[in-house]
């Protein structure tokens, strides 16, 4: 249970809050539980909270069609083909070229042990194997409990299981689909204005929370009676459970006043899903566009301090409308033209991915946080599964961090890793965030070693 | 074999510029009816009023409406197609616009592949009428309408085919259908959809049936009075054609086809829809009753009156598109030949 | 969990069972004995789920929210949702629709009938009702009587909260959410008690049966029957349980069953996810997708409950069901109204024979513009065969699959090209020759007769049967003794959640007795509803108990 940092509330306090224009008393319970484990965001004036979250696209780049390749780690970046929509953003982004993730001798399940060894620093020994928790959880374990959502994620391709977060193969994070329904979620009635004078926490929801505190009271008596292995699935039920719990402690606190916390608009499912063209690219697009707006603002509202977000599957299904290939088909059927050493269409849909990638960075970018934008408080990690899609290889696969991290990191760096394992990306990015972690990974994905270049 | 049609309108020769009507579009009701007005006058309506005016239209000497009235005022003569071409095929045996038997004198046009003698008086009247021109309200409006509600349903069965290609006698029912279209997402009608006849107590509310023949993958009927239902612009008609002709593409491989109807179209027919259109489209469309009513008397061409002489029809030539279809024939209706019954039917196609 | 005529390790049965073996032999081999394992938990399933809430509170409560699907695991998300749990975000989810199932339950007109006492605006807090309201409610949802212990505790809260907030019915909205967050209902738990037959030994509690008996017959929870019988010791007697048995596979809920079993084998759920481009293919829009499973679904269901046929038959048959909207795909006259279902026989000389010639099968398992013959076939060898089929090697090269300038206008052509590289070739024999004879079905799985121009040439070939089109096809499947052997494996899988390897006397006895009795589905439900087999159990591992009881939470 996250502990109070600040000033607990005072019982007359809650009271007070919660008698306030109706003549309700409140039962004992409820009072308990507040009063336990109560504590109020940060005051006004504290350090800004620097959040964290992963942009994933599926098939990643072509070759010497991203930006021009250095040698070494060295400031500056050139992006240029598929990449060109980054340019105005060369300056806050770091690429992470020449990483690799060494199998060793196991297979290269396509398009998933990509993802899965760069995220959990273990390469599955099976196609639909998930070894270990992925570090965009790891860090949400360790800044994710004090808001009212742990983690945000959000699939685009109308699939919720297009999403690459995991505590294992059974634990399976799944995705928010239709824009509408996640804008409600999270500014529906639940919603508590940071910037609304009056605080009254609702008694509602501390009744919620007194059903939740029921359920775990059971835990014991459940557990008593199974087995070990079923246990281990009870176990993430009641932590999942506890989660919740604790968000609804938070809506229980009154928010700090957040100048950049204004609520958009809601958005409609106009255009987007509904049908069966989940990925047809222009309704990928405009399910991508309308989530980033909410997004953007439930960071700058920070109802999340962690997010995924899923622009296109690690198969790539994209596809344009009254075309029968997909993204995918194409990066294995399209002939390069011996010209540019282009798939021509794959690398339009792979530039479409940038294009998206660019707009992201700008609903961020255009957030006033503080004294800069919210993306200087944000560390984004932009990554694919596989480097050149027609190879599928997983070595060189593209990462790309995005934001200023609160200043923790140097950015507009090109940084070679040589050969390296890619789990150093995510060792780094889990020390960024204050995980105390000094090594991750298995066999030849161990690492202990700080990508340091980028760091403050 | 059946087929439900899914797009019908006047076939209308148009050219970018208009050149077929050499004095412009012909104007309509509120055109007219300011001219008849002095400009104070006319400064004393709101401007976003004047469409809205029932009075335009009451603007018989009386206060009658002109559209039911038509011959109560006299309007400028409306302005008729001039050129060279149509579509059409000659319908009166005669190339040279004379009067015969079975027609009144008028001009021909010239068809599009160079046929001599073709007869369309219907879209000399209407083809510098923009409300009835491709891009007007009027056939547009009837087409939506037939699209999202299925009213006016034209179906049609061909019997008797022994062979797709060529059939020296086969037979083709018009029907009205029951219920609604099959749409895609685009709002296309999509072949190989079962329709219903409309009927009642088993007996199809239209049943003519016309003879013809197939050659060479196109059917072309004989030549006989068919009523083949019409709904638009919040109006059925039962649809009379005269001395029609069909001439329809049946063998397309995606179940998406199309042709022409040709025949005499009577000219009351043709002016009780106009007359029944809402009291605002004259204004709103641009139309004037009084100058179609005239002007349709004057360039009917079919069917002399035994008594007076004067004609009583215009020869027409409509355009239509179909897709295949299944028809679903109503329980005990022992008309039908070929192809319909119980649901075993040959996944092969309709 | 052993039945008075079974066979036991235990001293009495030992004792017994040489003779009822040899009085069952006359007539038919005896059921192997099966080492049992500890008894398991699962999440309920999305259908169940849906199922429960509609027989408990009424088809009228709309359950919106989304599901995590379990892991496909030995062909089945039935067998996957045993070790399927709850993660933060489908937490939040199972939250947000219990308060909306309980606000629903104590709107007008469903409180009338799903609340014991009659509610007032400002009535105070009515003891009785709400106990009788989170007892009744709560044996249905547990499938089993809570213990008073767990009825108390909501009670206590249910008085709280309506203090608190003010009003009574806020109470019973919190009792009911209580109890469809709680894991006892999210998770189908079962429980051991001691075997008076077998001293030393366990078996299932009666309500662990029950919930057996329900998921694999009914796909929802134990009716009040049923529990009656769990809770009287019936289901502990052969008589008792076969009377169960008999009267569940009589319902019209059996027909819920084998529809949730099917399309769990034949992986149905891929229907969430089908794509097919509306250019291409204008007819097959979302109603045409709802429609081809529900036809597939329908044909299963009519021959395996209705006509009760020959399992084999299935990839033969011509007979169906048909709506317009399917109509407007198959290019066949319908005359049911629009939405209307009516059987449907294929002619005799079309090559649409058996399930997997109809457009749920076809449709699915193509690419969204265009067909593919390795899919078609690959789903064939899994779903049907319970084969293996490798994946492709990561750089697979298909470019002369997409070349526009290639002479090779048919997918045959394309793929033949293609199998020239050795590494591609091994695994397109085995998928490919099956797909083939399909090929004159579309993407949309709508007849053709030629691709690009090129007439379609539909040989092909399973297991060294060679048949000229898909109406060859059928027979070469029906007379593939995988077929019935794979039928069986996941029957026992979906009901048992153990995949039985073939060369388990159980299998082989399962087999044995499927074919003597017609390959008839029912009869197999049946027998494998009343076996020993299904219950068979050893006491839980719960020795690890203090470890797990003290470990910490994650935060």
Redesign the interface.
């Known amino acids: 249970?996250?502990k109070s940092r600040t000033t607990p509330i005072s019982r007359r306090r809650v009271l007070r809050g919660t008698l306030a224009g109706?003549?309700?008393?409140?039962?004992l319970?409820?009072l308990d539980c507040m009063l336990n484990d109560s504590g109020t965001a940060l005051a006004s004036g504290a350090p800004l909270p620097v959040r964290f979250g992963t942009w994933f696209w599926g098939l990643g780049h072509t070759p010497n069609y991203a930006l021009d390749d250095k040698a070494v780690t060295s400031p500056g970046l050139s992006f240029k083909g598929e990449c060109e929509a980054l340019k105005p953003y060369a300056d806050l982004i770091n690429f992470f070229a020449k990483f690799n993730l060494p199998l060793d001798g196991r297979s290269?399940?396509?398009h998933t042990s990509g993802w899965v060894a760069s995220r959990t620093g273990v390469v599955p020994d099976k196609?639909?194997e998930i070894p270990g928790t992925t570090f965009d959880l790891l860090i949400a374990?360790q800044i994710g409990?004090g808001t009212r959502l742990?983690?945000i994620?959000l699939s685009c391709t109308?699939?919720?299981?297009h999403m690459y977060s995991a505590?294992g193969?059974?634990?399976?994070?799944?995705g928010e689909?239709l824009p509408t329904a996640f804008y409600q979620?999270l500014f529906g009635p639940d919603f508590v204005d940071p910037n609304k004078a009056d605080f009254a926490p609702d008694?509602?929801i501390?009744?919620?929370k007194?059903?939740?505190s029921?359920?775990t009271?059971?835990r014991?008596r459940?557990?008593?009676?199974?087995?070990?292995?079923?246990?281990?699935?009870?176990?993430?039920?009641?932590?999942?459970?506890?989660?919740?719990e604790?968000q609804l402690e938070v809506q229980l606190q009154k928010p700090a006043p957040n100048e950049a916390c204004r609520i958009v608009p809601p958005p409609n499912d106009d255009g987007v899903l509904g049908?069966?063209?989940?990925?047809?690219i222009g309704r990928v697009e405009a399910t991508h566009d309308a989530f980033a707006k909410i997004l953007a603002m439930a960071v700058a509202c920070n109802q999340t301090h962690v997010f995924n977000m899923v622009f296109s599957d690690s198969f790539s299904?994209l596809?344009r409308?009254?075309?029968?290939?997909?993204h995918h088909?194409?990066s294995?059927?399209?002939?390069?033209d011996p010209e540019t050493g282009l798939q021509p269409q794959t690398s339009w849909f792979n530039t479409r991915s940038m294009e998206a990638l660019a707009r992201f960075i700008e609903s961020f970018q255009s957030i006033r946080e503080g004294d800069g934008t919210l993306l200087d408080n944000v560390l984004l990690l932009a990554a694919s599964e596989t480097n050149f899609a027609?190879?599928?290889?997983i070595d060189g696969v593209p990462f790309m961090t995005v934001g200023r991290a609160g200043g923790r990191i140097k950015t507009g760096y090109y940084v070679a890793g040589n050969g390296d394992p890619a789990t150093r990306i995510g060792l780094t990015a889990m020390q960024i965030m204050g995980v105390p972690i000094d090594s991750w990974g298995t066999r030849s994905l161990a690492t202990s070693k700080t990508i340091t270049d980028i760091l403050a | 074999m059946g087929f439900v049609v899914t797009l019908w309108n006047t076939a209308m020769y148009e050219t970018m510029f208009m050149d077929e009507c050499p004095e412009g579009p012909a104007p309509g009701n509120t055109e007219i009816w300011e001219s008849t007005i002095s400009p104070e006058q006319r400064r004393s309506y709101p401007e976003r009023l004047i469409t809205q005016l029932r009075h335009v239209n009451y603007r018989g000497p009386n206060g009658e409406d002109v559209c039911e009235q038509p011959t109560v005022v006299t309007d400028p003569p409306l302005k008729i197609v001039e050129g060279k071409y149509s579509y059409g095929i000659d319908l009166d045996g005669n190339t040279d616009g004379g009067a015969t038997p079975k027609s009144c004198a008028h001009r021909t046009f010239t068809g599009l592949n160079g046929e001599t003698g073709v007869d369309n008086q219907m879209y000399r009247l209407l083809g510098c009428v923009e409300a009835w021109r491709s891009y007007g309200h009027i056939e547009n409006n009837a087409n939506s309408h037939r699209r999202t509600s299925g009213l006016g349903m034209i179906l049609l069965e061909i019997s008797g085919v022994d062979d797709i290609r060529n059939d020296d006698e086969v037979s083709v029912t018009f029907y009205r259908g029951l219920g609604s279209f099959n749409l895609d997402?685009k709002n296309n009608v999509l072949p190989f959809g079962s329709y219903d006849i409309d009927a009642e107590d088993g007996a199809p509310r239209y049943n003519d049936t016309v003879g013809g023949r197939i050659e060479d993958g196109i059917l072309k009927t004989h030549t006989a009075d068919v009523h083949i239902p019409h709904y638009g612009n919040y109006q059925y008609i039962r649809q009379l054609i005269q001395d029609m002709q069909l001439h329809m593409d049946i063998t397309p491989d995606d179940g998406r086809t199309g042709g022409m109807v040709y025949g005499y179209y009577g000219v009351d027919q043709l002016y009780s829809y106009v007359r029944g259109m809402l009291t605002s489209f004259p204004n709103r469309h641009k139309f004037s009753c009084p100058a179609i009513y005239v002007a349709a008397h004057e360039l009917a061409d079919g069917h002399p009156d035994p008594q007076t002489g004067e004609c009583t029809t215009l020869s027409s030539a409509f355009k239509f598109e179909a897709v295949r279809a299944f028809i679903n024939h109503p329980k005990g209706d022992e008309l039908a030949s070929g192809g319909t019954g119980p649901a075993r039917v040959a996944a092969s196609g309709p | 969990m052993k039945r008075h005529k079974s066979l036991h390790r235990g001293f009495l049965s030992a004792l017994l069972a040489p003779l009822s073996a040899l009085l069952l032999s006359a007539c038919e081999p005896a059921e192997p004995v099966v080492s049992g394992t500890?008894?398991?938990?699962s999440?309920l399933t999305e259908d169940q789920y849906r199922n429960v809430i509609g027989d408990v509170f009424g088809s009228a409560i709309v359950v919106g929210g989304?599901f995590?699907?379990?892991?496909?695991t030995h062909g089945l998300l039935a067998v996957?949702a045993r070790?399927?749990?709850?993660?933060?975000?489908?937490?939040?989810q199972y939250?947000e629709m219990a308060?909306s199932i309980a606000s629903q339950v104590l709107s007008e007109p469903n409180r009338r009938f799903l609340v014991p006492c009659a509610l007032k605006p400002d009535m105070a807090f009515d003891e009785t009702c709400a106990t009788q309201l989170i007892t009744d409610a709560g044996r249905l949802l547990f499938r089993r009587p809570l213990t008073d212990e767990?009825i108390k505790?909501?009670v206590t809260?249910m008085r709280?909260?309506a203090?608190?907030?003010?009003h009574f019915e806020?109470g019973l909205h919190?009792g009911l959410?209580?109890l469809l967050?709680?894991?006892?209902f999210?998770?189908v738990?079962e429980?051991v008690e001691p075997d008076p037959a077998a001293p030393g030994s366990v078996r299932l509690d009666g309500y662990s049966v029950a919930s057996r008996l329900s998921f694999l017959l009914w796909n929802t929870v134990p009716d009040d029957a049923l529990l009656t019988a769990a809770e009287n010791g019936a289901l502990h007697t052969q008589d008792g349980l076969t009377s169960q048995v008999t009267r569940m596979m009589a319902s019209p809920r059996l027909e819920t069953g084998v529809r949730a079993f099917f399309a769990d084998m034949y992986e149905f759920d891929a229907f969430d996810?089908?794509?097919?481009?509306?250019?291409?293919y204008p007819a097959f829009?979302?109603a045409a997708?709802q429609d081809a499973q529900e036809q597939t679904l329908r044909t299963i269901v009519d021959h395996v409950i209705n006509l009760d046929a020959d399992y084999r038959d299935l990839f033969t048959t011509r007979k169906t069901f048909m709506t317009r909207t399917l109509g407007q795909v198959y290019r066949v006259q319908v005359e049911a109204p629009k939405g209307v279902w009516q059987p449907f026989e294929f002619e005799e000389t079309d090559p649409r024979v058996g399930i997997q010639s109809q457009l749920g099968f076809l449709a699915l398992h193509s690419?969204?513009?265009?067909s593919s013959p390795t899919l078609r076939g690959k789903a064939i060898r899994t779903t049907l065969l319970c084969q293996q089929v490798p994946?492709?090697?990561?750089?697979?090269?298909?470019?002369e699959?997409?070349?526009p300038n290639s002479p090779n206008k048919t997918a045959r052509q394309r793929l033949t090209a293609h199998s020239t590289s050795p590494a591609c070739a091994g695994c397109h024999r085995i998928t490919d020759p099956i797909g083939l004879a399909l090929e004159t079905f579309d993407?949309a799985g709508q007849s053709r007769s030629a691709e690009n121009g090129e007439v379609i040439d539909t040989s092909g070939s399973l297991d060294g049967i060679a048949f000229d089109d898909a109406s060859g096809l059928g027979p070469a499947l029906r007379d593939n003794p995988a077929a019935t052997t794979c039928l069986v494996n996941r029957l026992y899988a979906y009901a048992s959640g153990k995949s039985l390897s073939p060369r388990d006397p159980l299998m082989a006895y399962l087999e044995e007795r499927f074919a003597a009795e017609g390959f008839r589905v029912k009869e197999l439900l049946k027998r494998i509803a009343t076996s020993d087999a299904l219950y068979a159990v050893t006491a839980?591992?719960?020795?690890?108990?203090e470890t797990?009881?003290v470990?910490p939470?994650?935060?």
């Not at chain 1, 109308?158 to 299981?161: E, I, S, T």
């Not at chain 1, 027609?390 to 290889?393: A, D, L, N, V």
């Not at chain 3, 690419?367 to 265009?370: E, L, V």
């Open positions: 249970m996250a109706s003549a309700v008393t409140v039962a319970p409820f290269n399940y396509p196609d639909d374990d409990n742990k983690t994620d109308g699939n919720p299981n505590r193969t059974f634990t399976k994070t799944s689909v979620r008694p509602r501390m009744a919620r007194s059903v939740l029921a359920v009271d059971e014991q459940m557990m008593k009676d199974v087995g070990a292995s079923d246990r281990a699935q009870l176990d993430e039920y009641f932590s999942s459970i506890r989660e919740l604790n049908d069966m063209s989940g990925v047809e299904a596809r409308e009254g075309e029968s290939l997909t088909s194409l294995h059927e399209e002939r390069v027609r190879t599928h290889s | 997402s | 500890p008894p398991d938990i999440r989304r995590d699907t379990p892991v496909r996957g070790n399927a749990t709850v993660t933060s975000g489908s937490m939040r939250d308060r767990e505790s909501r809260v709280d909260t203090k608190a907030l003010g806020d919190l959410t209580s967050v709680a894991p006892q999210l998770f738990t429980s996810f089908l794509e097919k481009d509306t250019v291409i829009g979302v997708a690419h969204p513009g265009r994946d492709p090697p990561p750089d697979v090269d298909f470019t699959f997409n070349d993407g839980p591992d719960t020795a690890a108990l797990a009881a470990s939470a994650p935060f």
